[in-house]
């Protein structure tokens, strides 16, 4: 799976549960919201007010973690 910004939070965390630290880590509460299933990381970046590309950077690390 290729991770893009208009990915939602729900399916990037179904495919890759361990990208949940990096939502934990940065004290955003996506996960458990009820918005996760139509929330893309793009309008996620956007509410917390955080750099996409840094996100999508962060997620890409913790992915190839696994």
């Known amino acids: 799976m290729k991770l ?4 939602t939070i729900k399916t990037l965390l ?7 630290a990096v939502f934990i880590e940065r004290r955003m509460l996506c ?3 009820p918005t ?5 990381l793009e309008d996620v970046a956007r509410i ?3 750099d996409l ?3 999508l ?4 690390r913790a992915m190839q973690r696994g």
Do not use: M, Q, W
């Open 57 to 60: 950077n962060s997620l890409r």
């Open 14 to 20: 179904e495919n890759h549960p361990g990208a949940l």
């Open 48 to 50: 917390h007010g955080c």
């Open 4 to 7: 893009e910004s208009k990915i």
């Open 36 to 40: 996760e299933a139509y929330h893309t």
């Open 53 to 55: 590309e840094d996100l």
């Open 31 to 33: 996960v458990g919201c």
